[in-house]
């Protein structure tokens, strides 16, 4: 909560692990100043390539996204004017994603948003 408040970073949510199942992974490497930024995209690619946290399911006409987009849908959106959910989603997902990701997005336009849960870690 104090780092996404103080550096305003969506990506902060793919490089720290909150001990559920379906969370980030822990980076393998500590978090460097002058390499921050190359480090937080590499842990966002590497989230959004698990297909429990990102899928494109054009047969059913939905994408699925795990619940952090959905319980911090603002933090993707800082420096927009849109309070869309949909739109913030895409627009961030858009900036971040590779081809032909990013195409396969802009293809499902009026797919449905779902959200899947994070499962704890079992004790």
């Given at each position: ?10 990506r ?10 379906s969370?980030?992974?822990?980076p ?17 690619k590497n ?5 429990r ?25 800082r ?5 869309n959910?949909?739109a913030?989603l ?7 994603l590779?081809?032909?990701e ?6 499902c336009?009026?797919?449905r948003l ?10």
């Open positions: 909560s104090l780092i996404r408040r103080r550096f305003e970073e969506p902060v949510h793919f490089a720290l692990n909150c001990a559920s199942i969370c980030p992974r822990r393998t490497e500590e978090f460097r100043g002058d390499r921050l930024g190359d480090q937080l995209t590499r842990e966002t989230f959004l390539s698990q297909h946290h990102f899928e494109i399911d054009m047969d059913k006409g939905v994408v699925r996204l795990s619940s952090i987009f959905d319980w911090y849908t603002r933090d993707f959106g420096g927009t004017k849109t309070v959910r949909r913030i895409f627009g961030y997902l858009s900036e971040i590779d081809e032909p990013r195409s396969a997005l802009a293809a336009a009026v797919c779902e959200f899947c849960a994070l499962r704890l870690v079992s004790q």
